[in-house]
């Protein structure tokens, strides 16, 4: 039987709670369910303020919107990252200036920050591939020194934490998606803004509300609601925040299961190590969450061949991001400078499937084929 790469995990009570929301009458955002979410988050995350977003995508244009990033404005960001890292200062005129991925990780090699800032540099965004803490210190420590603003991109990271403090509450702001790949799911599509910077939140409760003061007005703080700013639509429906709610509840649950997927792969495909073959690397400052398990081939030929090898053994494993800076539509705007390390990750990472769901027995049924492909078994 085919292994998927992934497949979306039912708790078994989303369809309760969005009944309960259809029932309520109350459909739009803002309602009990998104209030409930973002509680849970604030206290979880020992947060200020969390507010559930349409997806991480605009939970990342809500970020660069509220720190009215303008044309010319620089941001430092990775190559190896999903397009909307990008695109969310990209919209805003920003230059984009891409930071490589180093020997050890796929995550940006945060020592190369310092370098990279100019006059015009006003933002750090951090990714935290596969849920895997990059280098905050030396994050935090270049944006401070260089006054900066850190948007940390914790799409991927929910549950990951850097020395102890959960990821995404390290910058100013963080975006977490909710997507149906993600480790939990607001119904498909989904996304938080997490906010700790107090001075931020008024202004991010307005922007997501189509430049409105609507959710002051509900708290009784001003009499009437006007178009005060600008703004968007980033506010999801109740249906998607009872969904959520649902996968939230169930969240330790998930995350166990998940994070002993991956200890059971980092585990027996050691023997992989002795042939040049890299597993995650997890300093000692990061956990991981669970959230994806990868090897790093040699070359790309092997990557190939590796893939082709689990498709005809009905496994589903996948390679990951083509690198921004060499992208079509960035090739042309990046600086010229080679991140060989960003395409050394493109060319040879692959994923092998991780789901709550996984069974066991599946499982060692992937683990056994990587270690025939390399001749271990
Ligand atoms: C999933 C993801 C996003 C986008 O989240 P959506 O909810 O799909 O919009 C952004 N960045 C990273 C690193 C992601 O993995």
């Not at 200062?89 to 990780?105: C, K, N, Q």
């Not at 991927?156 to 909710?178: H, I, K, V």
């Not at 166990?256 to 995650?280: D, M, N, V």
Request: with cysteine; aromatic share 10%; proline share 4%.
């Amino acid at each position: 039987m085919l292994i998927p790469f992934n497949k979306p995990y039912f708790v078994g009570t989303e369809t309760r709670y969005i009944e309960e929301a259809v029932r309520s009458g109350k459909l739009s955002g803002d309602g009990m369910f998104t209030r409930r979410c973002e509680e849970w988050v604030q206290a979880k995350l020992e947060v200020p303020r969390a507010l559930l977003t349409t997806s991480g995508t605009d939970a990342l244009e809500l970020a660069a919107l509220l720190l009215d990033i303008e044309p010319g404005d620089e941001v430092l960001l990775p190559s190896f990252t999903f397009s909307s890292t990008a695109t969310a200062f990209a919209l805003r005129g920003a230059r984009l200036v891409f930071v490589d991925s180093s020997a050890s990780s796929p995550a940006f090699d945060a020592t190369q920050l310092a370098s990279l800032v100019t006059a015009r540099t006003r933002a750090i965004a951090p990714v935290h591939y596969g849920g895997v803490a990059c280098d905050m210190a030396t994050v935090l420590e270049v944006a401070k020194r260089y006054h900066l603003t850190v948007v940390e991109d914790a799409a991927q990271a929910l549950g990951g934490s850097f020395n102890g403090q959960p990821l995404g509450t390290l910058g100013a702001l963080g975006a977490f998606s909710f997507h149906e790949t993600k480790n939990v799911t607001a119904g498909g599509e989904g996304g938080m803004l997490v906010i700790s910077d107090p001075t931020l939140i008024k202004r991010a409760e307005i922007l997501r509300e189509k430049g409105t003061n609507r959710a002051a007005f509900f708290r009784g703080e001003v009499a009437k609601y006007n178009w005060v700013d600008v703004g968007s639509s980033f506010l999801p429906a109740e249906i998607n925040a009872a969904f959520l709610w649902a996968q939230l509840e169930q969240l330790d649950v998930i995350q166990q299961r998940r994070q002993a997927i991956w200890t059971r792969y980092f585990e027996e495909l050691q023997p992989l190590l002795a042939l040049g073959i890299s597993l995650p690397d997890i300093p000692s400052y990061t956990t991981q969450n669970g959230h994806l398990f990868y090897v790093v081939c040699r070359n790309s030929n092997e990557q190939t061949a590796l893939i082709a090898y689990l498709k005809s053994e009905s496994i589903t494993a996948i390679f990951h991001y083509q690198p921004l800076h060499s992208s079509p539509y960035y090739a042309s705007r990046h600086d010229g400078r080679e991140l060989t390390w960003a395409t050394h990750y493109a060319n040879c990472l692959v994923r092998l499937p991780l789901y709550t769901e996984l069974e066991v027995s599946q499982q060692q049924r992937i683990i056994r084929a990587v270690l025939r492909f390399y001749q271990r078994l």
